[in-house]
């Protein structure tokens, strides 16, 4: 019987401790994990949702665990010491540690994250990066399997690294059987972005007029020479105060602009890859594929089978 202890740390998110909770302490996996859900002292522990949790144990039963389950916490202050000598020693004598979102800022406060690849919430990863500057922290990917050491970005990444766990330990059809009953993706590689939609830098209320045109005649032949005629100036006057006013050429924009458009494309119709290419301006799509592979690092049909859930039934 496998252990699993989540330490919930004073304001918790709830549905971060929720998420190790429904996955290693369902009823369904009862003869493969046991799960204990512990605090600084056994109590109520305050959540950032309005209410409290009650929790069984305190920091001992960290020492009895296999694998420790730290949940996301606001705010980010480190932890008591007594609460890092607990997970220190644990790493110590072997066992397996795993944060969700920000939990991963109590593993860094202890030490373990060091000289290791490591995520977070995409909100959080820049601060995690200046506190802990031994940590390699990577703000894009779902999670990060650097076993012994786990740790995953924000809110359902937590769910794509317990069942990733859960795959670890009994095999892909028993993580196939978890995704089901939880109706998620029954794998999201940890190498995928965190599909953040990354906007164009804003640009300026006299450049505003035609940025919203050129963004509904994304399909059309968009050149600087005919933004800059429907913004009424030259050329490189245009291309001067885009530059300006954004920081980015109005071609880089524009094709931001696009990818934007047929991510959402893949999300809510069902065109073919190649319509999707054309409705949002990109052309072709072997250009589509080389533009999203470089925002998000996958596909368009892996995009849009990992975004859309298309495989999961209930």
């Known amino acids: 019987?496998?252990?699993?202890?989540?330490?919930?740390?004073?304001?918790?998110?709830?549905?971060?401790?929720?998420?190790?909770?429904?996955?290693?302490?369902?009823?369904?996996?009862?003869?493969?994990?046991?799960?204990?859900?512990?605090?600084?002292?056994?109590?109520?522990v305050p959540s950032t949702t309005g209410f409290d949790i009650t929790v069984p144990a305190g920091l001992r039963a960290l020492s009895r665990a296999d694998t420790i389950v730290v949940p996301g916490y606001d705010p980010l202050t480190e932890p008591p010491d007594e609460v890092l000598r607990a997970l220190r020693r644990a790493a110590v004598r072997g066992a397996r540690l795993m944060s969700v979102c920000t939990g991963a800022f109590a593993l860094a406060a202890a030490g373990l994250l060091d000289g290791r690849r490591a995520t977070t919430h995409w909100r959080s990863a820049a601060l995690l990066a200046q506190r802990y500057p031994q940590v390699h922290v990577d703000p894009d990917v779902l999670y990060v399997d650097d076993e012994p050491v786990l740790t995953s970005a924000g809110i359902a990444a937590g769910i794509d690294l317990c069942v990733h766990v859960v795959r670890t330990d009994h095999g892909e059809q028993v993580a196939a059987e978890v995704a089901r009953r939880m109706v998620v993706a029954p794998h999201r590689a940890g190498g995928q972005a965190q599909f953040l939609y990354r906007p164009a830098p804003p640009v300026g209320a006299g450049l505003s007029e035609t940025c919203s045109w050129a963004v509904q005649h994304l399909d059309e032949s968009l050149t600087v020479a005919r933004l800059a005629r429907h913004a009424r100036c030259a050329p490189r006057t245009f291309a001067r105060r885009f530059a300006a006013e954004t920081g980015t050429s109005p071609l880089r924009w524009l094709t931001a602009q696009r990818v934007l458009a047929a991510r959402r494309l893949l999300e809510t119709t069902d065109d073919a890859i190649d319509r999707v290419a054309e409705r949002s301006g990109l052309g072709s799509a072997a250009n589509l594929r080389i533009l999203l592979a470089r925002d998000v690092g996958l596909s368009p049909t892996s995009y849009r089978r990992a975004y859309r859930a298309e495989s999961v039934t209930p």
């Not at 709830?14 to 859900?37: K, S």
């Open 1 to 44: 019987m496998h252990h699993v202890a989540v330490l919930a740390l004073p304001k918790v998110v709830a549905f971060d401790l929720a998420v190790p909770a429904q996955v290693f302490g369902h009823t369904d996996e009862r003869d493969r994990y046991r799960l204990t859900v512990c605090g600084v002292t056994p109590g109520r």
